[in-house]
């Protein structure tokens, strides 16, 4: 069935006001009460069964057309803690918040979608979820969603996502078989010695030349743990100790992080940090204990539901939009828990290549509402390919 395009307009115009919207009034993890309510209640004038409360503000929306597959599309809600710096009319109401991700576009287009194929679309044969996430950044809301049975209260064979991607042309569409994403995890190092006064320093055992070594070893999983053809980097980002000029304090802390693709590099990085931090306690007669948390898994898309996702690109873009061949990013996204449950993809929609087109995260960026239409594009083709 053709797409009916008096009616995809009007609801692009409809998605642009709910996206500003949005966009005037962020919020942050778990706490998207009054994006979320938006949500639930556009949702419900579309007809839809709508489920709330799966990860606090969660919220999913069934349409219900009878036997056929089972797929879920996901948008994520929440905002940053970041201070806008845009000063044009839909800017940021709340100090010290914005929609620095684009997660207001990702909404709308979704929600844009959801009216779309709720009403104008009685010719498909199947079950869609909508899935709406509280609290993508940093706090694993996704994760939250389905350990509070996502995919038991919700069946789905297969599940997609959507990111903006700036840098990449507006409107093209990039889906990679296998990772799309890093992995990213945390880890803390408490060096524990013997403090002592500076100019004895064979009286106490040093947390600080301890520590410093530690830093230069982590250098070498990378480079010598680490099989050359496989991603990963460990960032030591944070060197905590003392306070004064002549004591060798008692305890050094070091955090970082690191990013990966693979399980198996994740193994291989955790054993080679326990391994460094029992070493260097020996050596230097300290105690070094290490802290290790797994974060994010990588977003690995499965080949099968990516080409699905570059088909229904090829019909809504031209040929040269599509892209499977980039490289992944370093980054990191919590869909990746719904990944590891349900194949599906994960994929960029581009945000714009030009210089107004800003880094995700930065004071001054802004989703493109160029491409609201392209996304909703996207999502009612890929409902009509797999349920159609
Ligand atoms: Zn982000
Ligand atoms: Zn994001």
Same mark, same amino acid.
């Given at each position: 069935m053709p797409v009916q395009e008096s009616m995809l307009q009007s609801i692009?115009?409809?998605?642009?006001?709910?996206?500003?919207?949005? &966009?005037?009034? @962020?919020?942050? /993890?778990? $706490?998207?009460?009054? #994006?979320?309510?938006?949500? $639930?209640?556009?949702? +419900?004038?579309?007809?839809?069964?709508?489920? %709330?409360?799966?990860?606090?503000?969660?919220?999913?929306? #069934?349409?219900?057309?009878?036997?056929?597959?089972?797929?879920?599309? +996901?948008?994520? *809600?929440?905002?940053?803690?970041? &201070?806008?710096?845009?000063?044009? /009319?839909?800017?940021?109401?709340?100090?010290?918040? *914005?929609?620095?991700?684009?997660?207001?576009?990702?909404? =709308? *287009?979704? !929600?844009? /979608?959801? +009216?779309?194929? =709720?009403?104008?679309?009685?010719?498909?044969?199947?079950?869609?979820?909508?899935?709406?996430?509280?609290?993508?950044?940093?706090?694993?809301?996704?994760?939250? *969603?389905?350990?509070?049975?996502?995919?038991?209260?919700? @069946?789905?064979?297969?599940?997609?996502? !959507?990111?903006?991607?700036?840098?990449? @042309?507006?409107?093209?569409? #990039?889906? !990679?078989?296998? @990772?799309?994403?890093?992995?990213?995890?945390?880890?803390?190092?408490?060096?524990?010695?013997?403090? #002592?006064?500076?100019?004895?320093? &064979?009286?106490? %055992?040093? =947390?600080?030349?301890?520590?410093? %070594?530690?830093? =230069?070893?982590?250098q070498t999983i990378v480079s010598r743990s680490v099989d050359p053809l496989d991603t990963a980097v460990v960032s030591v980002t944070q060197f905590h100790g003392g306070d004064t000029w002549n004591i060798i304090p008692e305890e050094v802390i070091l955090r970082g992080c690191t990013r990966h693709f693979k399980i198996e590099v994740q193994e291989q990085i955790k054993a080679a940090m326990q391994r460094l931090c029992e070493h260097v306690s020996q050596a230097f007669q300290v105690e070094a204990t290490l802290w290790y948390d797994e974060r994010y898994p990588s977003v690995v898309n499965n080949a099968t539901q990516a080409d699905y996702s570059r088909q229904v690109a090829r019909s809504i873009v031209s040929e040269d939009l599509v892209f499977d061949n980039l490289p992944p990013s370093m980054a990191s996204e919590d869909f990746s828990f719904m990944l590891r449950e349900v194949p599906g993809c994960y994929a960029w929609i581009g945000n714009g290549d030009g210089h107004e087109s800003r880094s995700l995260h930065n004071p001054h960026y802004d989703f493109n509402d160029e491409i609201l239409e392209r996304g909703i594009r996207y999502w009612v083709g890929l409902a009509q390919h797999r349920l159609g």
């Open positions: 692009v115009r409809e998605a642009q006001q709910w996206r500003r919207d949005i &966009h005037a009034h @962020p919020e942050t /993890a778990f $706490e998207e009460f009054r #994006t979320s309510k938006i949500v $639930e209640e556009k949702l +419900r004038s579309f007809g839809l069964d709508v489920h %709330t409360g799966l990860a606090g503000t969660g919220v999913v929306a #069934t349409l219900d057309r009878g036997v056929g597959p089972h797929i879920a599309f +996901r948008a994520d *809600m929440d905002a940053l803690h970041i &201070h806008e710096k845009n000063t044009f /009319a839909h800017r940021s109401t709340v100090d010290g918040k *914005m929609h620095a991700c684009g997660h207001d576009g990702h909404t =709308s *287009m979704l !929600l844009g /979608a959801a +009216r779309y194929l =709720s009403q104008y679309h009685d010719d498909l044969a199947g079950t869609l979820h909508f899935i709406f996430q509280p609290a993508e950044e940093n706090e694993a809301g996704g994760k939250r *969603m389905v350990e509070e049975g996502l995919f038991e209260k919700f @069946p789905a064979e297969e599940v997609y996502g !959507l990111h903006n991607w700036p840098g990449l @042309p507006a409107g093209s569409i #990039t889906a !990679l078989n296998g @990772p799309q994403m890093a992995a990213f995890d945390l880890f803390e190092i408490k060096i524990t010695g013997s403090g #002592t006064h500076a100019a004895m320093p &064979h009286q106490g %055992t040093d =947390s600080i030349v301890a520590g410093s %070594t530690l830093v =230069s070893m982590l």
